[in-house]
């Protein structure tokens, strides 16, 4: 059994069709990655996915659950964290702060409690804390040395680096990475790369939006690609690249944009 499982998926905002019986598997231990022009339905793809929004149609299951409908918070303590396009970070809060707050459902401390920090708390907030290093560690010395900083100190790159450290502190076995690398440069992309690669190999799957090609053809296993709310295609990244409705999708856009 596919470890998430998207069957005939529609998503209608007031007539305009998002997505469209959009179905696919993920299974354990694959990259896969999800591309289609501007407005193609990526995201809401991802919100029906993670609970932000709710399909009107079709089922999701998710680790041999039904899943579909359910609030963020459910989902994620299923085992699904996301990073998200707009970045989604505490701002005014530490970067040790943003991570032991992802790491909340998987410990008994809630977020105020987790911030006050009661006596009571105190085991678990050091082990806790002995985590958010061990996992800010993948990230060299990018994110450690700042623990204390507030998250809006940091750099754009990092800020990404950290959505996914946070994404990472609830033990997740499916990641869902919304461009992991926009707003990047080429050495910051390979960066990020090299790091999703490295989460596969810790045993996390990933399904992953990005428009820059070379990430995806690094990585993927298998590329879905959406158009207008459709599945248009599946299959390998090489697959993808010579279909020739991928192609057409492509560059219908840019010659209406041109
Ligand atoms: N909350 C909403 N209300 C109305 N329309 C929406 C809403 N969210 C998305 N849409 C529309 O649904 C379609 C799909 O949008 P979506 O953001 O999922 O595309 P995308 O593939 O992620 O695009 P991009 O690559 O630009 O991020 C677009 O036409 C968009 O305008």
């Known amino acids: 059994m596919a470890l998430l499982e998207i069957r005939n998926i529609e998503k209608d905002f007031g007539g305009l069709i998002a997505l469209n019986n959009v179905s696919f598997d993920v299974h354990e231990g694959e990259i896969v990655s999800v591309i289609g022009p501007n407005g193609a339905g990526k995201t809401t793809l991802f919100n029906c996915l993670t609970g932000y929004s709710k399909p009107d149609k079709g089922h999701v299951h998710f680790s041999g659950k039904n899943a579909t409908g359910l609030t963020p918070h459910e989902i994620n303590a299923l085992g699904m964290a996301r990073t998200f396009q707009q970045i989604r970070l505490f701002m005014n809060l530490t970067i040790m702060e943003n991570v032991l707050i992802g ?19 105190r085991a678990e907030e050091i082990a806790a804390r002995a985590k958010v290093v061990q996992i800010l560690g993948l990230f060299q010395e990018r994110l450690l040395p700042r623990l204390e900083q507030q998250a809006r100190m940091l750099s754009y790159a990092n800020r990404r680096r950290l959505e996914i450290a946070r994404a990472l502190a609830s033990d997740p076995k499916l990641m869902l990475l919304d461009e992991p690398a926009a707003g990047m440069n080429p050495h910051e992309t390979q960066l990020a790369t090299d790091l999703i690669r490295q989460l596969r190999e810790m045993g996390h799957t990933i399904l992953l939006i990005e428009h820059d090609m070379r990430l995806v053809m690094a990585l993927s296993d298998r590329v879905i690609v959406l158009d207008h709310g459709e599945k248009i295609a599946e299959g390998s990244p090489q697959e993808v690249q010579q279909n020739q409705q991928v192609i057409e999708a492509y560059m219908g856009r840019v010659a209406k944009h041109a």
């Open 103 to 121: 790491m909340h459902s998987r410990t008994r401390t809630g977020v105020f409690s987790a911030l006050l920090r009661p006596a009571w708390v």
